[in-house]
């Protein structure tokens, strides 16, 4: 099943077209697209019954899937190769490196994403989406709190990610508006041949940046929640973004980052693509 916000409305992808969650159901699940994953348990056997005319709908139109999380939980160095490129020992890497992207940075799968002051830098990444309640997760049962998969881009803002101190500044720098593009929709991990292996990368104007798989994953998705739920609780509706692949702008020679015009393509298997373009904006004032 793929979920997607429609205009604001909750929608089922098929490959003819959208179905409208709210009119298949006869008024029973809301609408709204954060609604829906807030009560996932509730509305998961109610979408697998529905059935209705798709209709045409404009990619353009297609919003985060999940707009409003309680939590976003994001991960840094979480693939051996760009722990690498970052010139970090993976042997230190005992615990998730956990950081935050704070929810007013998210946007949808095709938006326009203004580009501030700075060293504006790409990370393609999986991100989970939780459908039920967690505290201290064992790693066997982490995959029944996932409710599906999206794509992401932790953008990043390097000169403040790394003026420090870290726990700060890694939340603001990627946290600017429009720093969190998700979508094109949740997919729900039936849909998946293998969720713990898919390919994912991402292309700037046509060019590979980063092309990895999330099987190299140092802490996988199910870790990854056994980790964070051992400390905080997982609520329905919240994301994770996961890490990213080798090949971002920052390490490479020379150093390159996101500039006026620019359009980032980003592609998980399975999961389809988004395609973001920047601008770049006036200087800002504080
Ligand atoms: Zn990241």
Same mark, same amino acid.
């Given at each position: 099943m793929r979920i997607a916000n429609l205009a604001d409305r909750v929608v089922l992808l098929t490959g003819d077209g959208a179905i409208d969650v709210h009119q298949a159901s006869g008024g029973v699940l809301s609408s709204d697209p954060q609604t829906l994953f807030d009560h996932w348990r509730d509305a998961w056997p109610v979408l697998t019954t529905l059935t209705g005319e798709a209709s045409p709908y404009d990619?353009?139109?297609?919003?985060? @899937?999940? @707009?409003? @999380? /309680?939590q976003i939980f994001a991960i840094g160095v979480n693939y051996r190769e760009h722990a690498e490129e970052s010139g970090?020992?993976?042997?230190?890497?005992?615990?998730p490196m956990t950081f935050t992207k704070f929810a007013s940075c998210l946007t949808g799968p095709s938006a326009t994403v203004l580009l501030p002051e700075g060293w504006v830098d790409w990370e393609v990444e999986l991100v989970v989406v939780i459908g039920e309640r967690g505290h201290r997760v064992q790693a066997e049962d982490a995959?029944? =709190?996932?409710?599906g998969f999206t794509i992401g881009q932790d953008l990043s803002e390097r000169i403040s990610q790394w003026s420090g101190p870290a726990p700060q500044q890694f939340s603001l720098g990627k946290? =600017? @508006? /429009?720093?969190g593009p998700t979508g094109p929709a949740v997919v729900t991990?039936?849909?998946?041949?293998?969720p713990a292996d898919l390919a994912i990368g991402c292309s700037i104007n046509g060019e590979t940046m980063q092309d990895g798989r999330t /099987?190299?994953?140092?802490?996988g998705v199910a870790e990854l929640i056994a980790h964070l739920s051992s400390i905080a609780v997982l609520e329905p509706g919240d994301l994770i973004f996961t890490g990213t692949p080798a090949g971002i702008g920052a390490t490479r020679t020379p150093a390159r980052f996101l500039a006026d015009g620019d359009e980032l393509v980003s592609t998980i298997e399975g999961l389809g693509t988004q395609r973001i373009t920047f601008r770049r904006t006036p200087a800002a004032t504080i």
């Open positions: 990619e353009a139109d297609l919003r985060a @899937p999940v @707009p409003r @999380p /309680g970090i020992d993976i042997s230190s890497l005992t615990w995959w029944n =709190h996932v409710a946290s =600017h @508006p /429009g720093f991990l039936d849909e998946l041949d293998d /099987g190299d994953m140092i802490f």
